[in-house]
Structure formats: C-alpha cells, structure tokens
C-alpha cells in the first residue's frame, strides 16, 4: 500500500472521531416532495428544487423530445462540435430574464464559479494580481475559483458591509484592478446580501461586482428573474429552482467573448447533453409564470419560521425558502436530524466545514411541493420526539 493511501486512512479515521465523517446514502425519489431511504418514506425538506419542477411534465416532454432528436449526449466541447443550435435560443432566455446584454452556459454552479473566477482573476491578463474583497461565508466553489487564479480573497465578514466599506477605503490608493463577490441568497443561511449597498461601494470604488444569484434564481425576485439586476457578472445555476441540472453566467459581450477564449471550464469541458437543455429551455419558459408557486413557498418558509422561533429554535437571518436551525455542536445538529427522520421528516445536518465551527444546523428548504400540513407537522416534530411516522398521503 503506498504512504499517501495510508494518509487518506488516517483522514477519514479523523473525520470518524470529530463527528465529521461524511457518507454517501442510497435515495430514491418518486416525486417532488417525498424520498424513500431502504424502507421508509420521508417528506424531503432537504432539496433544492424549490418550485418543485424535477418532475413537470413541460420539463419533461421538452427534455425527451431534445434527446430523441439530438441524443442523450452533444458529443463535444462547445468549441468544437457541441455547439448545438439549441444554445444560442437558451442564452437568449437567460440574458432576458436576468436582464443583461449576454449569457453563456455553463456544465453546473460548481464548474462555473471555479473557472469563471480563475479567468477573470487572471493576473497575466490584468496585468496585476487583482483586490478580490469576498463575503466570509462564500460558497466553496467561489473560494474555489479565487484560489485557483493564485488570488488571496480579502474577507469581509458575513453582509457585512461596513466591514467591507473600511476595507475598500484601505486599498483607495490601490490602483490593482478589484472585485467584489457575493451570493445574493446564502445557501447555509438563508439570509440575502445588502446587494443595494454593496453596488453602490463597487460604484463608488471601481470595482466589478459579481454575484452568485444561485439560490434566488428562479424562485425570488420579479418573475423569478433572482436578485442580482445590479451585478457587473452574474453566475447561477439551473440545478436549484430551475429543476434540472447545468448553469449559466450574464455579463457584457465582451465579457462573454473573452470567456469563450479563457474560461478553462467552458473550454475543456464537454457541452451540456440535450436532455438537460431541454428541461433547461422548458423551466426558462415557466418561471415567470409561476408567482403563486413563488408566493406559497414564501409563506410556507415564514410559516415555518414564525413556528420555529416560538418553538425557541434559532433560524439565524433567513429570510427566504432556507432556513436553518443553528443546532451549535455536530452531535445536537445530528440528534435533531435523527429525531426527525424517526417520524417521517429528512432533514440534513449540515457541519463544518460547509458551516463555521460551532454553528452545525438542520438546513431546512420548502419548496412548492410541499403543503401546509407538512410544515406544521415538521413543527410538531421539533418538539415532540415521541410523535408517531407522519402519513404521506
Ligand atoms: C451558492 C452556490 N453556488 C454554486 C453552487 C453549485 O451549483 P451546482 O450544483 O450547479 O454545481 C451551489 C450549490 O451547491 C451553491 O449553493
């Protein structure tokens, strides 16, 4: 056995004593709302298909349609032979919606922030390594996408926009090209950057704005358009709201051109295959219909919320479909996972280091999929472990 797969051993036996060890479980999913484990049925508050579109039947004729006349994969990057006409009609939805001159798309949220940054970060293109000023809690993959430009992330604290104002005033003198990034919606905690404030500081200091609009895409904002309409560079992805799988960008023509030239994840990778574009163009077509869907998930979150905090639980700053349930320790936010899975409700712990240390919590989702009489049963839940297996019904 070489030395490096004794390492990989002793991590995971780390992992094991911290509480920490992460394992991948079997699920099956028969619709938008329910999940099976082995045996048993939950109601799954634990997905991000938010308006509950994996299972739409515009979704799906569109994806199957697309795959029976273009087939199941696009045989290439978009470079090369993957460029399907198909592209061109679906970016022309994304940079309407989100109200910009251009899209492009992307293989998923991950890749994109990951390559996305790295080519706008580029110091060689620049010609200086550039002021990267990033909430703390950024998404992995945004961090991701800083380090692989070589960039050192300036870290302002959580929304923090006093924090992030004092330190752009530190670097006034700095002529290095800067950057501001942020999700619009957190999605550990639900809450929704200061996004107004926080241009008005990219304005007022030079600096190009770029926002994660993943989890408000489709679900917040007028006809689900997200909230990003004042961001320089927009990143989000069709895996949340929009049901399906991939993600886009919308920035200027230029900014589309040059990442057509330098983003290492569009440029290496494989295109997006039919299915998932179908199901992509088909969701675009639907989001702005779909304010009563927006409208029950809403109230279904400050339902939840209102009853939650009765309840004593801390739901922290969520202000939209996520909310979380600060649990503190690993094994508080375990138990209450545990506790609620004995009576029909999945709901993930979610630990560090996805969350800051001390803050492991229940990460709760509604989506349109579910009813009232989910959420109150989920709130009977938290505080009567002995009730009996919720009906599914
Ligand atoms: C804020 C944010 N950005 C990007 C991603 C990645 O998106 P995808 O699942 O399409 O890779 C996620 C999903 O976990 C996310 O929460």
């Given at each position: 056995?070489p030395?490096?797969?004794?390492?990989?051993?002793?991590?995971?036996?780390?992992?094991?004593?911290?509480?920490?060890?992460?394992?991948?479980?079997?699920?099956?999913?028969?619709?938008?709302?329910?999940i099976?484990?082995?045996?048993?049925a939950?109601?799954?508050?634990?997905?991000?298909?938010?308006?509950?579109?994996?299972?739409?039947?515009?979704?799906?004729t569109?994806?199957?349609?697309?795959?029976?006349?273009?087939?199941?994969?696009?045989?290439a990057?978009?470079?090369?032979?993957?460029?399907?006409?198909?592209?061109?009609?679906?970016?022309?939805?994304?940079?309407?919606?989100?109200?910009k001159?251009a899209?492009?798309?992307?293989?998923?949220?991950?890749?994109?922030?990951?390559?996305v940054?790295?080519?706008?970060?580029?110091?060689?293109?620049l010609?200086?390594?550039?002021?990267?000023?990033?909430?703390?809690?950024?998404?992995?993959?945004i961090?991701?996408?800083?380090?692989?430009?070589g960039?050192?992330?300036?870290?302002?604290?959580?929304?923090?926009?006093?924090?992030?104002?004092?330190?752009?005033?530190?670097?006034?003198?700095?002529?290095?090209?800067k950057?501001?990034?942020?999700?619009?919606?957190?999605?550990?905690?639900?809450?929704?950057a200061?996004?107004a404030?926080?241009?008005?500081?990219?304005?007022?200091?030079?600096?190009?704005?770029?926002?994660?609009?993943?989890?408000?895409?489709?679900?917040?904002?007028?006809?689900?358009?997200?909230?990003?309409?004042?961001?320089?560079?927009?990143?989000g992805?069709?895996?949340?709201?929009l049901?399906?799988?991939?993600?886009?960008?919308?920035?200027?023509?230029?900014?589309?051109?040059?990442?057509?030239?330098r983003?290492?994840?569009?440029?290496?990778?494989?295109?997006?295959?039919?299915?998932?574009?179908?199901?992509?163009?088909?969701?675009?077509?639907?989001?702005?219909?779909?304010?009563?869907?927006?409208?029950?998930v809403?109230?279904?979150?400050?339902?939840?919320?209102?009853?939650?905090?009765?309840?004593?639980?801390?739901?922290?700053?969520?202000?939209?479909?996520?909310?979380?349930?600060?649990?503190?320790?690993?094994?508080?936010?375990?138990?209450?996972?545990?506790?609620?899975?004995?009576?029909?409700?999945?709901?993930?712990a979610?630990?560090?280091?996805?969350?800051?240390?001390?803050t492991?919590?229940?990460?709760?989702?509604?989506?349109?999929?579910?009813?009232?009489?989910?959420?109150?049963?989920?709130?009977?839940?938290?505080?009567?472990?002995?009730?009996?297996?919720?009906?599914?019904g």
């Amino acid at each position: 056995m070489p030395g490096s797969e004794r390492s990989y051993g002793a991590y995971l036996a780390a992992r094991d004593h911290e509480g920490l060890r992460r394992a991948l479980t079997s699920i099956e999913a028969p619709d938008a709302r329910t999940i099976r484990i082995g045996d048993e049925a939950y109601i799954n508050f634990a997905s991000n298909d938010y308006l509950g579109l994996r299972f739409h039947p515009a979704l799906l004729t569109r994806a199957e349609a697309w795959t029976e006349r273009y087939g199941v994969g696009s045989g290439a990057s978009r470079l090369v032979t993957g460029n399907f006409d198909l592209f061109a009609g679906i970016e022309s939805k994304v940079a309407a919606l989100k109200q910009k001159p251009a899209a492009l798309i992307m293989a998923s949220g991950f890749q994109a922030n990951a390559s996305v940054l790295q080519a706008l970060l580029d110091r060689s293109v620049l010609g200086a390594e550039p002021l990267v000023f990033s909430d703390r809690l950024n998404h992995a993959s945004i961090h991701f996408g800083c380090a692989a430009s070589g960039t050192r992330e300036l870290r302002y604290r959580h929304c923090d926009v006093t924090h992030l104002d004092a330190l752009l005033h530190q670097h006034r003198g700095d002529a290095r090209p800067k950057f501001i990034v942020t999700e619009s919606v957190f999605s550990m905690d639900g809450d929704v950057a200061p996004l107004a404030e926080i241009d008005r500081l990219a304005h007022e200091h030079d600096t190009m704005l770029i926002v994660d609009d993943a989890h408000a895409t489709g679900i917040l904002g007028e006809g689900g358009r997200g909230l990003s309409v004042e961001a320089d560079v927009v990143v989000g992805t069709f895996s949340k709201a929009l049901g399906s799988f991939g993600a886009y960008v919308t920035c200027s023509a230029t900014l589309r051109e040059y990442l057509i030239n330098r983003c290492s994840g569009l440029i290496y990778s494989t295109a997006l295959p039919p299915p998932a574009l179908g199901a992509i163009d088909a969701a675009l077509d639907l989001v702005p219909s779909l304010d009563a869907e927006r409208a029950h998930v809403k109230d279904l979150a400050e339902r939840f919320r209102l009853g939650a905090k009765e309840r004593g639980f801390d739901t922290g700053a969520s202000m939209t479909q996520i909310v979380p349930i600060i649990a503190g320790g690993n094994s508080a936010a375990l138990t209450l996972s545990k506790r609620l899975r004995g009576v029909g409700y999945f709901a993930m712990a979610i630990r560090p280091p996805t969350v800051p240390a001390e803050t492991a919590r229940l990460r709760l989702a509604f989506t349109a999929a579910h009813t009232e009489a989910d959420v109150d049963g989920l709130l009977s839940a938290l505080d009567a472990p002995a009730l009996p297996r919720c009906a599914l019904g």
